[in-house]
């Protein structure tokens, strides 16, 4: 049984994105723009609003990506159904304008390992790690 979560579930993605490698924060903001710019203008603007609200670098970023900003979406309410704690009424009333979400203050430890990155020493090692000048093994 999964034990309960002690953060907010808004949270946890301010923190995952800030606890990520920077190749996986391209990612999934690539993602995510490739994603939400097949939808309507409302549900675009909405999920920068939420974004936005837990994780300033990753709303701007998708935003960007979808030609969505900050005064396109500061607007916002939050939905009927949606109940925000005091830290969440703050960041919305500095939307776009927070820093870093949670998570600055913590490290990683249950991360894949970054297989992208491997760091050869020499082209012996290539070989026996099978790689290529694509796979970037020989830098220059």
């Known amino acids: 049984m999964p034990r309960p979560c002690r953060h907010t579930t808004s949270a946890r993605p301010g923190e995952r994105y800030q606890l990520s490698q920077p190749w996986e924060r391209d990612d999934l903001a690539a ?14 603007e909405r999920m920068v609003w939420h974004l936005l609200l837990r994780e300033d670098e990753l709303g701007l970023r998708v935003g960007g990506g979808i030609g969505i900003g900050v ?4 607007h916002l309410r ?24 949670e998570g600055t203050d913590h490290q990683m430890t249950h991360c894949v390992p970054n297989e992208r ?4 020493t020499d082209e012996a090692d290539c070989r026996d790690r099978r790689l290529t000048r694509e796979a970037g093994c020989f830098r220059e």
């Open 31 to 44: 993602s995510a723009v490739t994603l939400l710019s097949q939808c309507d203008t409302q549900i675009k």
């Open 71 to 74: 005064d396109d979406v500061k």
């Open 78 to 101: 939050p939905l009927q159904s949606q109940t925000l704690t005091e830290e969440q009424l703050e960041r919305l009333r500095n939307l776009g304008h927070n820093g870093p979400g």
């Open 117 to 120: 990155d491997v760091v050869v």
